[in-house]
């Protein structure tokens, strides 16, 4: 396919990253051929230019499908390439929290740092049966299938578990093999399978040690082979060790310790038993100090000692071992501190007393002298002479140190085999698995023989796994007929020719250290001279002439020379071992070191034996003498064990166990890319996916493919052959031939192919959602665009007539307005005008009269004025007239006397001269003329004013006139003014004093006023206060009232919940015995099945049965009965006489070993039924106390009663005392006048305190009332207790008349045999009496607590109603009371009258028995059995007038001929289709009847114990099938229920009829034996599930979850190398169909059978119980079914399963509840799963889910579609806070084992026993029907 197809826009890629390794990016343009660089955009937005190497022009890698992501398989996984595998693992590990993960055949397991749920015993459960490719990725997928390939191919199988130091190898070692101890089981009593888990701590203690990566880290590497037999069960185990790392003995880096055992040892060493190992803290020893980090977090080293000595114990090693082994280990570590001076250069010494060596010796009991001596010293021999030459003190620390790790290395060595020893037991070995914890590749700073040895390991271990893969594709693409290319990958061969070949670097390094002189630098140098210039995969450094570089498998490793040559030889001082040797205190120390010569492996460990299969392997050659093989060096050991291990891996099956380190710092769930793709390379992971790219990854079988891509296919193309359509198909999407290969029954794919398909199918899937989506988008917006037209249309119809209506509305109110403004305006205007019209008219008046009187007071002042001035103005001008005319006479004088005087001169003059007198005459003449003149007009001036004057004097005289009239006028007001004045100043003083006599009068009103107002205030607030006392008074007495209520109500419920609660305890605790009752006796059933079995296996020991193939489950359980174990215990002893020889040789402790268990559950058995009993008894005795507790607190409630009614009663008289002293005192203030006693607010204040008063009394009424009908309860109470006692005495009287009866027949008739059963009958009716008495009295002390609770019920009623209708309902009340005494009394009367009948009537049925009696022994029979028999006939077919009485007879040597016609040899299905339900139990009973008519004892008995031995062996027999089960359980349970019917107790007779009652049994209690048969039912119910359950466990998952009932709603995802099983509905496969119809399979057998219905309800709820848990639980443990299609899938088979429910009738059963954890983890499929409103819903959805599996199924959730979403890590965290709080199990998985307890509840028959027929088909004609 062309990359310009695939690299197009939005295509998404891979890119190399420095910190992340690789880096996601999107392309954001096409690329065409020939482009130098790819336009990229990162994830954060960043755009990119990612360059191509112009050499090779490669581009990056595509990236997957989200849908693809997340896949449990890596080969899964379209694009197979390094980083797509990293992203998967990390999605896997940090988003779904999932540490397994399939690559191909390999389980990479990533260390989480943190404790998982996911290794109990449910999941071991779940996982085991499995297909490995239908669950998700576990150890326990792993284990299930190499234990299942070893019982199917019958060959070995192993599983390799590698990887770096901290990854979790010994975990997940540990996990394999509790798997395989879990289900597999012991084959012996020894319990091997704990043995095996016992060896892990012991392990782990000696070989394990913290390190930087680890804190439990292993510092060795083992082998262990798990022994099985033909059965496939273990039956013993075998360990090999390799190369255990003994250089951490001495030396330990910074923050890492020293081996577990030590630091244990020390935190125990306040231990008294440890005292005289002289050990203290782990700080004060050099050995364990180096690494300072003596503890580690979270790890209790003294509780970890406990338990490693526990293991030692279980697997044999007795204490004195122990503490010679903690002797050898102190001693050890007391060596550590031996100090070590320096003498001088050469030599060297130890002080004397050194107080460690000291210690030292003694606990290995040497010399201290011998000791210190070869400390110090070595021997040197020659031919000739032996030295003994002085050490230097380096040399002699490091022999000290070597001696240390020596011992250590001896003492692991001793223990190992005394584990293997412990581990092998004599049963032959027919298979085993093996598992492999050994180290992975390791590279360091500096890297040592250790390394070298380890990586050299693994490069075997490489080449192995890479072999296998190659072969295991080559056989699949062979089986398939595809054309077979040879596929190129890594061959490691030459790295280990250059490692293990002749002249190879362990060939150098051996041959160096037998130089005399050899070096780590010659040794460097012959290596750079041999292989620098032949070999590529050898390089030397360029700084370092002492080091070397080797090209491994994982990458480039530099070792460092110094100390190879010292690690390979690993030599040790012999003087030191001998002075060990000669050791007499210590034999185990001498024990260590005895196998010095004889070790053939750098462990020392001796092949086990003990019939175990081994693999023949060549022996060595070079094996000649022990003193050879003991110079053998380590590198030559270690490379011979190396190659027995691959012999024995090659020999195998492997499985291949890879553990990834997520980090270096211990974080839990932190994933560092780095470090993974580091450990991916170097484990073989990505060789893996290398191989599977190089050929064809992806495979699909033609239906899943024809599934996926139906939608790329055309209608025309779909054919009826599959392949052909497939084939059809794939050529027009797939142009490239090469790109795919057609298989038998798959299709083959190169890389890539399924991504570009499920790219094409997402394009159509897209295009076709976008075409609905465009339809139902037009659809709904034409549907929404209608209605919105619709609704449109009619809303405006609406409005618009709303509209007219009220503009109609509008006018009629606009009109009406209009003509009221129009009316009202008027009015207004004309009350307007009127208004200022009238003010007008007042204002025109008054203005004219003020203006009137203003003129009146104006004209009065001028008039006044004018006289006034006149007179004044005469005065004045008189007084003027005088002065002016006195100076006018003055002046004239003075001008008259100057003129006089001018003139006198002038005529002086004049007359001196005549011309001028002259002149002078001349000028007055003209002046005389003038004035002459003037004088004439004058005198007619004068005369017109005059005449003027003339008619003005007429006009003023006639004014004047006038004027006097007016003011005589005037005058004559002005005097009626002045009179009017006197008048009005009187008046005004009247008014004045008429004010003052008004502000006096409101003064006095005022006061009154106020007086009355606080006189009203003081009266109403007394009035209120006396209402609020009244109030309190009313509201005290109804609080003492609903208290009085409350109490009794609190009381009645506080008892009620009581009662419930502890009915509820008992119930729950009666469920948990009953469940622990039935699990101990499933228990003992297995026991005695398994005792069975060994009898059987005994005695046909002889036979030698061939291997089977068929696994067995190792708890299988029978149906044995303890109370017959005796019984059948002495008929297997009479069978297998026969065969006493063979038994003598069984294993008695194993026999006394059942047969003690035997006896305890026993025990436990019948103290469980006394604690039951004794519940039963407390149970009893806690109501009686509750019912005196009650009484006492109803007797404490009525005085507290009492004593409140007397409190009101003198409250209420001190309160009428008060309000009459208040009325007399009113009456008196009324009295003296200061109130109106006929005023509004005194009547109303009288009112108010009469109507006080009335309430009182109202009030008190009430409290007498219920006084008297308190006193009235309480005599009623009393007199029931009176009639009760009275009963008593009657009934005593009654007793002691039938046994002075029986004392007189026993007078009369002593020695005979019957007498005692007789009384023993008696007993047992004065038995059944005393229960009912206690009956009686338990039901009428239930009655008079609903008396009681009913009478304070009527009390509570009759204190709501008015006195007259109290008193009335109370002797209402009174009447009923008596009434129903009166009928209480008749129905006694009754019963006493039946009781005396009945007594009468057996006194007669007695006296004639007893005359039988006498009569036969008159005639000397002995047998008791005769003596009944033979009389009963003539006696009995008269009286019963020849009625079938419902009773068989048959002959004692009859009993086995009818148990087995009965049961035996009784076909159900011929039954239970022809005759009447229950048959057989009808006809046993009725044999048992006749058998207790006739009192023989011993009939019973034997009838009993052979009809349920028979029916336990017919269930042995035919146990697994369903329809023989459900008949005898519906038979015993009949037959249980017919003992209770006809047992005579009247709990069990009240539905039967006379007749019936009749039928009863007579003579014998047959209580314990309704235990038994119970207890039968029991173990016949746990059979019957256990039955369906197999039936049903293989249709669950496939009908319930693979099946796609709704076809075409899930898609199938590609899948890997591990193929799951298809969900398409092929032949064979069980479908939900499948289910129903099995169920109603069930259904219709138990209905023909005549099971009872409650029984069938509980059945169908343990059939749905089982349904649903293994349902979820698959879910949970199943990735693939995680999905949103998935959801609705099982919603509709849980819908289809309520509608069967429907039908059937059994909704009410409580099966759909156990579906409910099923129902809402769908529905958690589904829901939306974003926001935190859906976290919200999720959570209050999923009460019936525990936390941990809401969280699993969010991890789990897998998007099937390109459409749907993951959920996101927030959204999970959001839960896990939501849910925090919850209280519940942290268990994932429910338990599918899980039986709910069973109850036979009493279903009654209303067959009568006489109209029962027999039919002759049953064989039975010897019964007899009497």
Request: aromatic share 8%; with cysteine; net charge positive.
């Amino acid at each position: 396919m062309a990359a310009s197809q695939l690299y197009t826009k939005l295509a998404r890629v891979w890119i190399p990253d420095a910190e992340e390794v690789w880096k996601s990016a999107e392309l954001t343009k096409d690329y065409k051929n020939g482009d130098a660089s790819l336009q990229l955009m990162l994830e954060d937005g960043t755009n990119i230019e990612h360059k191509l190497d112009p050499k090779t022009k490669n581009l990056p890698y595509l990236r997957n499908p989200d849908i693809l992501v997340g896949e449990n398989d890596l080969t899964a996984l379209s694009y197979l390439h390094e980083p797509a595998v990293l992203h998967n693992l990390k999605v896997r590990f940090i988003d779904s929290k999932l540490i397994y993960t399939y690559c191909g055949i390999v389980l990479v397991a990533i260390n989480p740092y943190e404790t998982l749920p996911i290794y109990g015993t449910d999941i071991i459960n779940a996982y085991s049966g499995q297909n490995m490719g239908d669950m998700d990725p576990h150890i326990f997928a792993v284990a299930e299938e190499a234990y299942k390939q070893m019982a199917r191919d019958e060959r070995n199988q192993s599983i390799i578990v590698s990887g770096e130091s901290g990854a979790g190898k010994t975990v997940s070692a540990k996990y394999a093999m509790r798997y395989f101890a879990t289900v597999s089981g012991s084959a012996s009593e020894a319990n091997v399978e704990e043995k095996v888990l016992a060896s892990n701590p012991i392990m782990e203690a000696i070989g394990n040690a913290k390190t930087t990566r680890n804190d439990n880290s292993s510092r060795f590497g083992k082998y262990i082979e798990i022994g099985f037999d033909n059965r496939y069960r273990i039956i013993g185990a075998n360990m090999r060790t390799y190369l255990l790392e003994k250089s951490r003995v001495v030396f330990q880096a910074d923050e890492e310790r020293n081996y577990h055992i030590f630091y244990q040892l020390c935190a125990s060493s306040h231990l008294p038993e440890f005292k005289n190992l002289k050990l203290s803290s782990a700080n004060d020893f050099l050995y364990t100090r180096q690494g300072r980090s003596p503890v580690i977090d979270g790890v209790d080293d003294t509780k970890e000692l406990c338990t490693t000595r526990n293991a030692f114990t279980l697997l044999g090693i007795n204490e004195s071992y122990q503490m010679g082994l903690f002797q050898v280990l102190a001693a050890i570590l007391h060596l550590g501190n031996v100090e070590i001076k320096e003498r001088d250069s050469d030599s060297c010494l130890i002080p004397p007393n050194n107080r460690h060596l000291t210690a030292f010796c003694e606990l290995v009991g040497v010399t201290y002298q011998d000791m210190s001596q070869w400390l110090c010293h070595r021997k040197l021999k020659t031919a000739a002479e032996t030295y003994i030459k002085p050490l230097p003190r380096l040399q002699a620390t490091n022999a000290r140190d070597a001696l240390s790790k020596h011992i250590y290395a001896k003492l692991f060595n001793w223990i190992v085999e005394h584990v293997n020893k412990a581990l092998i037991t004599n049963v032959k070995q027919h298979s085993f698995i093996g598992v492999l914890d050994i180290y992975g590749f390791e590279t360091f700073e500096i890297n040592s023989f250790e390394q070298f040895c380890i990586n050299y390991a693994n490069e075997k271990l490489q080449q192995q796994f890479n072999m296998h893969v190659f072969k295991l594709e080559q056989e699949e693409y062979m089986k398939e007929q595809i054309p077979w290319t040879l596929i190129d990958f890594y061959d490691n061969q030459p790295c280990i020719n250059l490692i293990e070949a002749k002249m190879g670097i362990l060939d150098l390094l051996d041959e160096e250290c037998k130089m005399p002189k050899g070096s780590d630098d010659s040794w460097a140098q012959k290596l750079y001279n041999t292989h620098l210039k032949t070999c590529t995969l050898f390089e030397k450094p360029r700084m370092s002439n002492r080091a070397f570089i080797i090209q491994h498998f994982a990458d480039k490793v530099e070792y460092q020379c110094e100390g190879f040559l010292e690690k390979n030889k690993d030599t040790v001082n012999e003087e030191q071992i001998n002075v060990l040797k000669a050791s007499k205190k210590f034999d185990l120390l001498v024990e260590l070191f005895r196998d010095e010569e004889k070790a053939t492996s750098p462990t020392g460990q001796v092949p086990g034996t003990g019939g175990r299969t081994r693999l023949s392997i060549k022996p060595d050659k070079s094996r000649g003498t022990s003193s050879k093989e003991h110079k053998k060096t380590v590198g030559c050991q270690f490379r011979n064990s190396l190659q027995m291990l691959m012999d024995t891996l090659n020999a195998t099956t492997p499985h291949y166990v890879r553990c990834i380190k997520p980090n270096d710092f211990k974080m839990a769930f932190s994933f560092d890319p780095k470090r993974a793709v580091q450990q991916l390379r170097a484990c073989g992971v990505l060789e893996t996916i290398r191989i599977s790219a190089a050929g064809f990854p992806s495979r699909w079988t033609y239906q899943e493919f024809f599934s996926r891509y139906r939608v790329l296919m055309k209608q025309k193309d779909v054919l009826s052959d599959k392949k052909l359509t497939c084939r059809n198909v794939l050529e027009k999407l797939v142009q490239d031939q090469d790109k795919y290969q057609f298989g038998k029954t798959k299709i083959f794919f190169r890389a890539g192919q399924v991504a570009y398909l499920e790219k094409l199918r997402a394009d159509k899937l897209r295009a076709a959602c976008i075409r609905i989506q465009k339809t139902i988008r037009c659809w709904l917006a034409r549907k929404k665009y209608m209605r919105k037209r619709s609704a449109a249309i009619t809303i405006q119809r609406f409005t618009r007539g709303y509209q007219a209506r009220c503009l109609a509305k509008f006018m009629r109110r606009t009109q009406a307005a209009t003509i009221i403004q129009k009316y009202q305006r008027m009015y207004m205007e004309r009350k307007r005008y009127r208004q200022k019209q009238a003010a007008a008219l007042a204002m025109q008046t008054i203005l004219r009269a003020y203006m009137a009187r203003q003129k009146y007071q104006a004209l009065l002042r001028e008039h006044k004025a004018v006289i006034i001035q006149k007179h004044v103005r005469g005065w004045l001008a008189r007084c003027w007239y005088k002065r002016c005319l006195h100076s006018i006479v003055y002046l004239q004088c003075c001008i008259r006397r100057m003129k006089a005087k001018r003139e006198l001169k002038k005529l002086k003059i004049e007359a001196r001269s005549v011309e001028h007198f002259k002149k002078l005459n001349k000028g007055m003449e003209n002046k005389i003329m003038q004035l002459q003149r003037k004088i004439d007009e004058q005198h007619k001036e004068n005369r017109s004013i005059s005449e003027r004057l003339v008619g003005l004097e007429s006009s003023y005289s006639v004014e004047s006139e006038r004027m006097r009239g007016e003011l005589s006028r005037l005058r004559g007001a002005e005097e009626d003014a002045k009179n009017k004045a006197n008048q009005l100043s009187s008046l005004q003083e009247e008014l004045e004093r008429l004010r003052r006599e008004l502000s006096v009068t409101q003064q006095e009103k005022k006061t009154i006023e106020d007086w009355a107002q606080t006189y009203r205030d003081e009266m109403e607030k007394m009035v209120s206060e006396l209402k609020d006392q009244n109030g309190l008074l009313k509201k005290e007495k109804d609080n003492l009232n609903r208290l009085i209520q409350e109490q009794s109500q609190q009381m009645t419920e506080k008892m009620a919940r009581a009662i419930a609660e502890e009915t509820q305890q008992l119930e729950t605790d009666l469920n948990e015995e009953r469940s622990r009752y039935q699990n101990l006796l499933t228990e003992h059933l297995r026991l005695e099945e398994k005792y069975d079995d060994l009898k059987e296996e005994m005695a046909l020991s002889s036979n030698v049965s061939k291997p089977g193939h068929r696994r067995t489950d190792s708890t299988h359980s029978s149906n044995e009965s303890e109370y017959t174990y005796n019984s059948e215990y002495a008929e297997l002893e009479e069978g297998s006489r026969a065969a006493e020889d063979v038994t003598r040789g069984l294993d008695t402790s194993l026999t006394l070993k059942l047969q003690k268990r035997l006896t305890e559950l026993e025990q436990e058995k019948q103290s469980l039924r006394n604690e039951l009993e004794n519940k039963e008894e407390q149970f009893q005795r806690a109501r009686a106390r509750d019912d005196e507790e009650f009484k006492k607190a109803r007797g404490a409630e009525l005085e507290y009663e009492s004593l409140k009614r007397q409190e009101l009663e003198s409250e209420n008289k001190k309160l009428k005392h008060d309000l009459a002293e208040m009325r007399q005192s009113l009456l008196g203030d009324a009295a003296t006048g200061v109130g109106a006693p006929g005023s509004p607010a005194y009547k109303v204040l009288l009112d108010q305190l009469n109507a006080s008063c009335e309430e009182l009394e109202v009030r008190k009424e009430e409290v007498l009332i219920l006084r008297s009908q308190l006193v009235s309860q309480k005599e009623a109470m009393h007199h029931k207790d009176e009639k009760e006692t009275m009963t008593e005495p009657s009934v005593y009287v009654e007793d002691v008349s039938k046994l002075k009866d029986a004392d007189e027949l026993k007078q009369a008739y002593i020695g005979l045999k019957d007498t005692n059963r007789l009384l023993e009958h008696q007993l047992q009716t004065q038995r059944r009496s005393y229960d009912n008495e206690v009956e009686a009295l338990r039901g009428e002390l239930q009655n008079v607590k609903e008396e009681n609770n009913r009478q304070q019920q009527l009390l509570a009623q009759n204190l709501q109603l008015p006195p007259e209708a109290r008193i009335e309902a109370s002797l209402q009340h009174e009447i009923t009371r008596l009434t129903n005494e009166n009928l209480d009394l008749m129905e006694q009367l009754e019963k006493q009258d039946r009781t005396i009948r009945k007594l009468k009537k057996q006194l007669k049925v007695y006296s004639k028995r007893i005359g039988e009696m006498g009569a036969g022994q008159t005639e000397g029979q002995t047998s008791p059995g005769q003596m009944v028999d033979e009389p009963i006939h003539p006696v009995n077919i008269p009286r019963r007038e020849k009625d079938f009485q419902g009773m068989l007879e048959y002959k004692k040597e009859d009993e086995l001929k009818l148990v087995k016609n009965l049961i035996l040899e009784l076909k159900p299905r011929g039954v239970a289709v022809n005759l009447i339900p229950g048959l057989p139990a009808y006809i046993l009973f009725m044999c048992l009847r006749h058998a207790d008519y006739v009192n023989d004892d011993q009939k019973v008995r034997t009838l009993l114990t052979s009809t349920i031995n028979s029916i336990k062996k017919i269930l042995k027999k035919r146990g697994d099938d369903f329809e023989t089960v459900s008949f005898w359980l519906a038979n015993t349970c009949r037959f249980l229920h017919c003992l209770k019917q006809y047992s005579g107790d009247e709990a069990f007779m009240k539905h039967n009829t006379s007749r019936q009652n009749e039928h009863c049994l007579s003579n014998f209690d047959l209580a314990e034996y309704r235990q038994v048969i119970s207890d039968l039912a029991i173990q016949i119910y746990q059979q019957l599930i256990k039955c369906m359950e197999n039936i049903l466990q293989p249709m669950i998952v496939s009908g319930m979850l693979e099946h796609e009932t709704i076809q075409g709603v899930s898609g199938v995802k590609p899948t890997g190398l591990r193929k799951r099983t298809s969900s398409i509905a092929d032949e064979g496969t069980y479908t939900l169909d499948s289910i129903l119809r099995q169920l109603s399979a069930f259904h219709s057998t138990m209905c023909q059978h005549g099971t009872d219905p409650e029984l069938i309800k509980q059945v169908v709820k343990q059939q749905f119980y089982i349904i649903g848990a293994v349902t979820l639980n698959n879910l949970l443990l199943r990735k693939d079914m995680c999905s949103w299609s998935k959801g609705m899938q099982i919603r509709y088979n849980v819908s289809q399963q309520e509608e069967w429910l429907r039908d059937k009738g059994l909704m009410t059963c409580g099966a759909k509840e156990t579906l409910e954890p099923l129902i809402q983890a769908a529905q958690l499929l589904q829901v939306k799963k974003k926001t935190d409103e859906d976290a919200e819903a999720i959570c209050s959805m999923c009460q019936a889910l525990t936390t941990a599996q809401i969280v699993k199924v969010l991890n789990l959730y897998t998007p099937v579609n390109e459409f749907e979403e993951r959920v996101s890590v927030a959204f999970i965290r959001t839960i896990q806070t939501r849910l925090r709080d919850r209280c519940e199990s942290p268990q994932l998985l429910m338990d599918t084992k899980m039986i709910y307890p069973v109850t036979f509840p009493f279903s009654p028959s209303s067959l009568a026993l006489e109209t029962i027929q027999i039919p002759s088909s049953l064989n039975l004609g010897f019964l007899t029907r009497v």
